[in-house]
């Protein structure tokens, strides 16, 4: 799944733009899904922009670096498998720990995910961890109250010193192990590729140039009528392309050339 991504990126981009254009165009029309319709086109806008970085490829420069990145988020998603089984194991004791009574999802998901994800970044609430610094409130351990947010759930100080002592632990994996396992699977992609940037770059641009010379010549809403010419050519005249013969040509002398 991952490989089909890297090489079909470009084509699950052009159809996420009009799969989230269409919808967004009629609810910007109405009062009542104006927001909506909103969102879906800043959604919209941010994948038509990452599309345009396919535009570099052509670029010798840029062209391995776009090569290197793709890679680099195989590595990331790798990292991420790791990072997020810690930070589960993480996040659900200390929440089980500190807030027993809580019985609301939403609160439960954001402090077992949310909150120690930030903690990696520095984003530390001690006010809501360490008990000497947890300050008196109006707070409950009734979890009716607490589901029906009469008051705030008071938090569980019995085994502090062990709260403690897993955000030393988490933070140390998290932010010594996982991040230099990740910075040493960059530089090893980064020295890989750029060892043979040549090399991808003529096959990323190769790629380009096939994709782009297999087009359509006009550009959208004038795209209806070369698709129109197409279908005519194709179905009612039965016209062969040129275009694919000629690729298909020259695939095949590129073939016969490797065998001998």
Known sequence: MGKYFFHHSGEIFELCFPCFLLPCMPRRLFPDSFESGRTILCLDFMVFTLRLIHIFAVNKQLGPKMIIVGRMMKDVFLFLFFLGVWLVAYGVTTE??????????????????????????????LNEIDAALIAAANCTYDPVAILMEEAQPCTNTYANWLVLILLVVFLLVANILLLNLLIAMFSYTFAKVQGNSDIYWKSQRYNLILEYHNRPALAPPFILISHLHLFIKRHIRKVQSSKGRHFRECRGEQWERRRE
């Open 96 to 125: 089980g720990l500190l807030l027993p009574h809580d019985r609301r999802l939403p609160w439960i998901f954001r402090r077992v995910f949310y909150r120690p994800y930030l903690q990696i970044f520095g984003q530390i609430p």
